[in-house]
């Protein structure tokens, strides 16, 4: 099964400093047919306007994971952390008991980036937050693991989180093509941040997402210069 969800189709919020863009329900926008894919609860589509972001805000409970597609953006919380994830980069807060946070878009150039939520699999706990390079050449053709719950995942250089779940990204040239083995079980969510493709057939374009399930292998066929990015939740 998977599910297309055109770009042109998504909840959508309009700020002369942000336009984002809901693949499931979020603030204002409720569909109630896209509450949630297994745990994973947001995945929202964000172009943060140069000098502007989001003030110092409260969560818990939450494990959320930010790719920056273009531009960087600054991290500030209450734990005392502070820092700039460039494109291509991620960055993790695992929210816990709870947590106070800023990001804002402080270079001279609009900033677009995915956020993703991902539910825990226990309430509370000491919140963490982190941030790691993954090169895109890196993901070249290949999928690569960016977080993810799984000891053997972390120990090769995926940020944790508190969900038995991946978050992985993987770059293609025009005719190439990456899979990925999914058991049955599992809810998978594919997000085409640039470029064509096909996905098991089902053709996307840019800003795309697709949720997927109950198929044994996940082929992606790039039709032209492309990002995607996966998600792979209980």
Known sequence: MIE?????????????????????????YHNPSRVHWGALRVWNDDTIQPKT??????????????????????HQDSMGNKGR???????VMSAGGGVTHSEYNLEDEATTLYQI??????????????????PKQD????????????AQDQEAGALPIRQDARV???????????????EPSRHLYLALAKGAARINGVTLAARDGAAIKNEPEVLVQADAESEIVLVDAP
Not at 4 to 28: E, I, K, T, V
Not at 117 to 134: S, V
Not at 139 to 150: M, Q
């Open 4 to 28: 297309h969800r055109p770009f042109s189709g998504l909840g959508q919020f309009d700020a002369d400093w942000l336009a984002a863009r809901y693949h499931f329900s979020f603030s204002g």
């Open 53 to 74: 972001g989001f003030p110092p805000h409260p969560h818990s409970d939450m494990e959320i994971i930010t790719y920056v597609r273009t531009g960087a953006i600054t």
């Open 85 to 91: 994830t460039e494109a291509g980069d991620v960055q």
């Open 117 to 134: 939520w991902i539910l825990p699999k226990e309430r509370g706990g000491k919140p963490y937050w982190g941030a790691a390079k993954f």
């Open 139 to 150: 993901r070249s053709g290949a999928l690569v693991t960016l977080a993810s719950g799984f």
């Open 168 to 182: 992985m990204a993987a770059t293609l040239a025009a005719g190439q093509s990456v899979a990925f083995a999914a």
